[in-house]
């Protein structure tokens, strides 16, 4: 515990409560996201981690049927006072199903500078793109060819492709929800030793109910369960856990 | 049983053709109907404007080989000038209302009010044509009469067909905003039909990369619903093509005489059938019923290759390209 006081926290959640007319999603939510580190939200479908992710970088705002309270600091500021669109580019989130646009691969990386009207000469583009094609580990398997289409890619390198295109933008944390679930073995195993690479640069977040990636990547991992934050430790300390919660959580997800 | 399964099948089969066979035996007989007209008028049909019945009451002649009251004469271009004009400004002002509706329903609106304003706008397409001609005479035409064609004649008169007289509030204008009402629910539906195709996922990855939802509205539109933007506004364009009563009602139903500014009353082909049915089944000579059967056949053509092009092009589908994963 002593170790973990001189971490940096990024992201603090405080009583975060997430709830539409007919049911509650998130009941009071209290964790922290450590600077530099892979911080793993675990827990059975439906429990409420996507929710999460989308209230960090406000993506629930767009659903206004949707109810928020509680407070979320983002290096210290309340998420609310940020404008969305730089929040959303410091805090990139990368989906569960690979959702790369109907557009060549450079597109794909360029379109979120693009879109915040980042001015740049043709050479500076570049520059920018391939080197985040590169962090996400897929220039050299495209082989320098970035006018494919994105959708075009497998699975496993159209999920990297949107994690190049979240990089692009210098985000401070990169957020995955269940980023490997719709992918096979071998794409899987590419993007854990990613995940490994990325945390050097960038804070993650990563959402998933796979206990076999967490006891890979994870550093901090956080127990949710229907809605409400049961409990956290740091990698080995997690799955020692002697509360019933999570060995109970851990029995079913083995 | 076994007997009872192959009458069920054998009419099953039989009501599946009804629908081709409707079609095809509509635009046979009304084809046959005009077939003394193509005789008498020849190419002459779509090269002039005036629409004469002739005298009835004296003998017929015979021209081309087909009997004619004498003085006869028909030719479709008024008529065709006005549904190609009422229908144009039909769109212009249909289009850029729909589509506006669409991005603010979909991108704007909570899902509730989506909901509710969706169904509104299906409502609307439900309301019978007649209806919005009694609204177009009794409370369009004299807007337009009083206040807005007046106030156009004195400030847009530099514009060709701009200036002029304003006789009543029937014609052009009446007839394309009432037309507009009627397909705007038309465009509306295939558009956002398009947009809810796009998935999830493509829309929030597009916000989360820090687009603004004008942004996500322009990408979508761009990448997504080009080919249904043009489809449904061609399947609009197909209903205002053919549409009749409330048209028949608010465009002044000239017959012979050619518009001579945007506020000149105009006639189309629709309505010119409705109005001339009358004293044409008169004719002993079958002769005046060949010509509107002709009219008949040029508006189906016309309106059926429309329809036909445009659910091809919107149900070329948004997303292609993408399910590829």
């Known amino acids: ?254 | 049983m076994k007997v009872a399964n192959k009458i069920f099948n054998f009419s099953t089969f039989l009501m599946a053709i009804v629908p081709a066979v409707a079609l095809i035996s509509i635009f046979y007989f009304v084809f046959n109907e005009s077939l003394p007209l193509w005789r008498f008028s020849g190419f002459s049909f779509f090269t002039t404007y005036l629409w004469d019945p002739g005298f009835q009451y004296q003998p017929p002649i015979l021209v081309h080989g087909v009997l004619a009251p004498p003085g006869a004469q028909f030719g479709l271009d008024l008529f065709l000038l006005g549904t190609i004009s009422t229908s144009l400004l039909a769109i212009i002002i249909a289009f850029p209302i729909s589509f506006l509706i669409t991005i603010n329903v979909e991108l704007y609106l909570p899902s509730r009010i989506k909901k509710f304003m969706i169904s509104m706008i299906e409502l609307f397409a439900g309301i019978p044509s007649v209806v919005y001609g009694l609204w177009g005479i009794v409370v369009l035409e004299p807007i337009l009469f009083k206040n807005v064609e007046p106030w156009m004649a004195r400030h847009l008169s530099f514009i060709p067909g701009f200036g002029g007289e304003v006789y009543s509030g029937a014609g052009l204008v009446a007839s394309g905003i009432i037309l507009s009402f009627m397909i705007i629910p038309i465009i509306t539906s295939v558009i956002v039909n398009s947009f809810d195709s796009v998935p999830k996922e493509v829309k929030e990855g597009l916000f989360s990369l820090g687009a603004t939802r004008w942004e996500v509205g322009k990408y979508l539109t761009t990448r997504f619903s080009r080919s249904s933007m043009v489809g449904g506004t061609l399947l609009g364009l197909g209903r205002a093509l053919g549409e009749t009563m409330a048209v028949l009602m608010v465009s002044g139903a000239i017959v012979n005489t050619l518009p001579t500014s945007f506020y000149s009353a105009t006639n189309t082909m629709a309505a010119a059938i409705t109005s001339l049915l009358d004293s044409a089944l008169t004719d002993s000579t079958r002769m005046d019923l060949a010509a509107l059967a002709a009219l008949a056949v040029v508006l189906m053509g016309i309106s059926l290759g429309v329809s036909l092009v445009g659910r091809k092009i919107a149900g070329r589908g948004a997303l292609r390209g993408y399910e590829s994963d």
Not at chain 1, 79 to 93: K, S
Not at chain 1, 200 to 229: A, C, P, W
């Open chain 1, 1 to 254: 515990m002593e170790e973990k006081n001189k971490v940096e926290k990024i992201i603090e959640i405080g009583s975060l409560r997430v709830e539409t007319k007919s049911k509650v999603i998130l009941d009071g939510v209290d964790l922290n996201i450590f600077k530099n580190n892979v911080n793993t939200i675990v827990g059975p479908s439906g429990s409420g981690k996507s929710t999460l992710l989308k209230a960090l970088n406000r993506l629930l705002d767009l659903d206004q049927s949707m109810r928020i309270s509680g407070d979320i600091l983002f290096e210290k500021r309340n998420v609310r006072d940020i404008d969305p669109v730089e929040l959303r580019r410091q805090v990139g989130l990368v989906f569960q199903k690979p959702n790369p646009f109907p557009m060549s691969v450079y597109d794909n990386v360029a379109f979120g500078l693009r879109v915040q009207g980042v001015k740049l000469k043709k050479e500076d583009m570049d520059r920018l793109v391939s080197q985040a094609l590169g962090d996400a580990d897929l220039f050299e398997e495209l082989g320098g060819n970035l006018k494919q289409m994105g959708t075009s890619l497998s699975g496993g390198q159209q999920q990297r492709l949107c994690i190049a295109r979240a990089l692009v933008l210098g985000p401070k944390v990169l957020m995955f929800d269940e980023p490997t679930s719709a992918l096979d073995p071998i794409a899987k195993g590419k993007i854990v030793d990613l995940i490994r690479a990325l945390k050097q640069k960038f804070t993650v977040v990563l959402v998933t109910h796979d206990m076999g990636l967490t006891r890979k990547v994870s550093d901090y991992t956080n127990l949710i369960y229907e809605g409400k934050f049961i409990a956290k430790g740091t990698g080995a300390e997690f799955f020692e856990s002697e509360m019933e919660e999570v060995k109970e959580f851990l029995s079913e997800a083995d």
